[in-house]
C-alpha cells in the first residue's frame, strides 16, 4: 500500500516562526549551569522578531519578581513592539525598572502588536492544554519547575502541539523524563549530564564527534550546542548557536 498524507488538523491558525525552528510544534529545552547564558538566549527568541511568533504568552517560575519578567508582561501586554523592548534591555547604565514605570505610565502604541501575558508561580496553576484556544498562537515558558513539580508541567508540554502550543523549558538539569522534547539548547554541562545527553539523542555521532561539537560550540560566548531533533544530521540537526550547522 502506498501510504499518503490523509491527516487532519483542526489547527487554522498556523504559526511562523523561524525555518531555523521546528515547523510544526516547538518543546524546546535551554539547559545549562546558572550565569551560563540560558537567560540571554531566551530573551533573544522572546524579543527578536521573526523567531518565535506568539499573542499569548504563558510564563510559569519561581522568579516572576526578576525585572525581566515585569517588563515583558508589562510592556508586551500593552502593545509595544519587541524592538523596543529589546532595545531598552541593552541601554547600558538604565535599569530596566525604569522602562517598566514608563510602560506604566504611558498610553498604549496607536498600533499595537499586543501579546496577551499570563505569569503563575506555582507549576499547579499550568493550565491542560485542552484549555488553550488552538486559534491563538500560544507560547508557554517552564522556568525551573520542572524540577519541583513536574506532573502538570510535563502534561502540558507532552500534549500542547494538539492545540496550538509551543514550549519552552529553561533548567539547570535534563527534563522532562518523558523525551518529548525536539530542540535542545544545551550549554556546557559537566561529564554526567553530557554524557546523557549524548547518549538519549545524538547515537548518530561518535563520543569524539561530539565532544568535539561541543568543545568548539562552547568556545564562543554565550556558546552553546542545538539539537534539531525534526531535522537529518546532514541538515541541520547539530549546530553551534542557532544557526552553524556542524557536519560531521
Not at 548518530?204 to 531533533?229: M, N, R
Amino acid at each position: 500500500m502506498n501510504v499518503e498524507d490523509i491527516s487532519y488538523s483542526d489547527n487554522v491558525n498556523k504559526r511562523s516562526n523561524h525555518y531555523l525552528l521546528p515547523q510544526r510544534s516547538i518543546r524546546g529545552l535551554i539547559i545549562g549551569k546558572s550565569d551560563c547564558g540560558k537567560a540571554t538566549l531566551l530573551n533573544n527568541l522572546l524579543l527578536r522578531d521573526g523567531w518565535l511568533e506568539y499573542d499569548r504568552l504563558y510564563v510559569f517560575g519561581k522568579s516572576l519578581h526578576q525585572s525581566i519578567y515585569q517588563l515583558l508582561q508589562q510592556a508586551l501586554g500593552k502593545g509595544f513592539p519587541k524592538e523596543d523592548i529589546r532595545e531598552r534591555l541593552q541601554c547600558k547604565g538604565k535599569s530596566p525598572h525604569s522602562f517598566i514605570d514608563m510602560v506604566n505610565a504611558l498610553p498604549p502604541p496607536r498600533h499595537p502588536k499586543r501579546v496577551d501575558t499570563f505569569f503563575f508561580e506555582q507549576g499547579s496553576d499550568v493550565p491542560d492544554p485542552q484549555e488553550l484556544d488552538p486559534n491563538h498562537k500560544n507560547l508557554m515558558v517552564f522556568d525551573e519547575l520542572m524540577l519541583s513539580k513536574q506532573n502538570t508541567c510535563e502534561n502540558c508540554y507532552v500534549r500542547s502541539r494538539h492545540n496550538n502550543v509551543d514550549c519552552c523549558v529553561r533548567s539547570t538539569s535534563n527534563c522532562p523524563d518523558n523525551r518529548s522534547e525536539n530542540f535542545i539548547c544545551l550549554f556546557q554541562q559537566d561529564a554526567k549530564n553530557l554524557d546523557h545527553n549524548r547518549h538519549d539523542h545524538c547515537n548518530d555521532l561518535t563520543k569524539e564527534q561530539f565532544d568535539a561539537l561541543c568543545k568548539h560550540s562552547w568556545s564562543q560566548p554565550y556558546g552553546f550546542v542545538t539539537i534539531d531533533l525534526t531535522s537529518p544530521k546532514s541538515a541541520g540537526k547539530y549546530r553551534c548557536k542557532l544557526d552553524e550547522f556542524y557536519n560531521v
